[in-house]
């Protein structure tokens, strides 16, 4: 019975607006709450104040805050017991933090990560057990304190606003209506060279982050596209893709050796994929923030979309789950900076495995609950980010799940093939490949292998 509400209330989450679904934890959580008394036996008392308050705020609440882009406010105790149940669910299933990483796959050391450890799930997951208890509130942490004057999520870490932004055009999108794309091109401005230290892209009001599935910002400019690479480097999809954006990418910030290259008279190409939600937002409007380097970097980073759909394509039957594969051949030394998996509703899971020349294999990263309304951008470690040799095959595998057993599935009896809207598939993984000289590879190589002793 209480595993059965639990589902109803995950899937409302998913589906009804802030307000009725506050409505129904507040009828339910009576009911669960009398339904646990007793069940805990003897046991270390876990509290909000003692216990539970730090993790949130390391954890949950940059987005779980007032006009952040979660839901509903996860400031204060009161704030998340009213929601234990819910907390409970979603964090024992990985929903919960989204970060949606194996943790026992692949690489596992991440600049960004907010995924929870085993000991904090299993904390969160004790307190909602024994009642949701506030505990001694002395000894609970003082409350975070946000910058609400900063615009952009990168400008704290920044430490100072970007030095440019470029803002698209905007759109007029109809309460009810197909999936739309708008493709506006911007001028940046720009009169001299510059080297990007960060990006970042957000949909500029709170409707339009409500219909904007993704952005995709093209860099158009007049260049060969060699600066910064080695000679004998063919760049998948060329280097003018700058950054994408979905629910989930705050931005990224380079390595300080590495940069992408903005020339003068530079333009971004914006590609707007919205999708109505049942009201009208007359001024749909991204924009992107950029802060540059002071000096030029060693290295360019290209941002690479690496394939799985395989060589037939994505045929996606009734009722069933599929696996595809895409490959990709590195043809220089490179560090592999990240891995962002990108599908849509049926999306289950994705992989990136490298091949090396001699014939070994190893899988980097392997997402095995994918969400496909948080497209995570995985960023390695310094000392984790791989440092693969020139002719090491990519590998991307991707599972999609057409069966009721997928929450997310608008119709298990339908047909699904690659394409643009929301209800179509993708299977992609974005990669930022950093191209390194064959003399730099092997110093980059040694000096990890002497940190790691």
């Not at 234990?84 to 690489?107: C, D, Q, S, T």
């Not at 290295?299 to 690496?306: A, D």
């Amino acid at each position: 019975m209480i595993g059965r509400t639990l589902i109803l209330i995950y899937r409302a989450s998913q589906q009804l607006n802030t307000r009725i679904f506050l409505a129904i934890v507040v009828l339910v959580f009576p009911m669960l709450s009398q339904a646990q008394e007793g069940s805990n036996g003897e046991q270390h008392e876990v509290t909000w104040s003692n216990d539970v308050a730090a993790i949130f705020q390391e954890k949950c609440q940059d987005c779980h805050r007032p006009d952040s882009i979660a839901p509903m406010s996860l400031l204060t105790y009161d704030q998340a017991k009213m929601l234990a149940p819910v907390i409970k669910y979603r964090v024992e299933n990985r929903v919960m933090p989204p970060w949606h990483l194996n943790p026992n796959v692949g690489i596992q050391d991440f600049i960004n990560n907010r995924g929870l450890t085993e000991e904090e799930r299993a904390t969160i997951v004790a307190w909602a057990d024994q009642g949701a208890l506030e505990g001694d509130t002395s000894r609970a942490p003082a409350p975070r304190v946000f910058n609400e004057a900063l615009i952009w999520r990168l400008e704290e870490q920044m430490g100072a606003p970007p030095d440019l932004v470029v803002q698209s055009e905007t759109y007029d999108l109809p309460a009810v209506t197909q999936d739309k794309w708008f493709r506006p091109v911007t001028p940046t401005g720009l009169t001299e060279e510059k080297w990007v230290k960060a990006i970042e892209i957000r949909p500029m009001t709170p409707a339009t982050r409500g219909v904007v599935h993704h952005s995709l910002a093209f860099l158009l400019q007049q260049e060969d596209g060699t600066a910064g690479l080695p000679e004998d480097v063919d760049v998948p999809f060329g280097p003018n893709l700058f950054m994408e954006w979905a629910v989930g990418k705050a931005g990224q910030i380079f390595r300080p050796d590495t940069g992408k290259l903005m020339l003068p008279g530079s333009q971004i190409m914006w590609e707007m994929h919205m999708h109505a939600n049942g009201e009208r937002v007359p001024n749909a409007q991204v924009e992107l923030a950029v802060w540059f380097h002071d000096e030029p970097p060693a290295h360019r980073t290209i941002l690479s979309m690496l394939d799985a759909r395989g060589p037939n394509g994505l045929d996606i039957p009734p009722n069933e789950i599929t696996v595809t594969q895409g490959t990709f051949v590195l043809a220089a030394p490179a560090r592999l900076e990240n891995f962002q998996p990108h599908m849509h509703m049926r999306g289950k899971a994705m992989s990136m495995e490298a091949i090396y020349p001699n014939g070994s294999r190893e899988v980097l990263a392997f997402v095995d609950n994918y969400q496909w309304n948080w497209q995570i951008n995985y960023v390695f470690d310094e000392d984790a980010a791989p440092l693969v040799p020139k002719g090491t095959m990519i590998v991307t595998t991707a599972w999609h799940d057409n069966t009721t057993g997928n929450p997310y599935n608008p119709d298990p009896n339908q047909w699904v093939g690659w394409g643009d809207r929301t209800v179509d598939e993708m299977a992609h993984n974005w990669v930022d490949v950093t191209y390194l000289g064959q003399e730099e590879y092997e110093r980059m190589l040694a000096e990890r292998n002497v940190r790691a002793r």
